[in-house]
């Protein structure tokens, strides 16, 4: 079992930064696949990125490339959203996510994890 608590989200201005932060629970978190997902009004929630259990692998959706970096801390049990360059259309609750997989694929469909967080809002205003 793990839990998964999202912090960092807030009100930005476009063009600004934010970092998310993912605390979990429990002694196995480094053999966890982690991911970033998002909901924004209206939406479904969709995926954004994903790191591997070691860090050496990740994938990011096309929007997001070039502005968001996801990294993890083992030591720490914490992964992290870095947001830049931020768009109102990145406006969205977003969720961290965790797949009990270790391996170096890194998933991006939401059926394919096994523990999710309450979510952090994130709004960018214009």
């Known amino acids: 079992q793990v839990q998964l608590v999202e912090s960092g989200g807030g009100l930005v201005q476009a063009g600004g930064s934010l970092r998310l932060s993912c605390a979990a629970s429990?002694?196995?978190?480094?053999?966890?696949?982690m991911g970033w997902f998002r909901q924004g009004p209206g939406k479904e929630r969709e995926f954004v990125a994903a790191i591997s259990w070691s860090g050496s692998s990740t994938t990011y959706t096309d929007s997001v490339k070039g502005r968001f970096t996801i990294s993890r801390d083992n030591a720490k049990n914490t992964v992290y959203l870095q947001m830049n360059s931020l768009k109102p259309e990145d406006t969205a609750v977003y969720y961290c996510?965790?797949?009990?997989?270790?391996?170096?694929?890194?998933?991006?469909?939401?059926?394919?994890?096994?523990?999710w967080g309450q979510g952090t809002q994130v709004t960018v205003s214009s």
């Open positions: 996510a965790a797949k009990n997989y270790y391996g170096d694929l890194t998933p991006v469909g939401r059926s394919e994890y096994d523990y």
């Open positions: 429990g002694r196995t978190f480094s053999r966890y696949t």
